[in-house]
């Protein structure tokens, strides 16, 4: 799907990012789903538009 794997890397890096500091900061499930659910949206989306252009 992602045919850019520096692209795809800095993707993964940022919601790992923000998942360590969801649960760092003992957020509910429901918000650490939710930045999950976010980011594979914003990777998904970035490759379309990446394919695009």
């Known amino acids: 799907m992602v045919t850019d794997e520096g692209f795809a890397i800095t993707v993964l890096a940022a919601v790992i990012a ?3 500091l ?3 900061f003992d ?3 429901d918000i650490v789903v939710a930045t999950l659910a976010l ?3 914003t990777a998904l989306t970035e490759t379309r538009l990446h394919r695009r252009g």
């Open 18 to 20: 923000a998942v360590v």
């Open 22 to 24: 969801a649960v760092g």
């Open 27 to 29: 957020a509910t499930a």
């Open 39 to 41: 980011g594979a949206v």
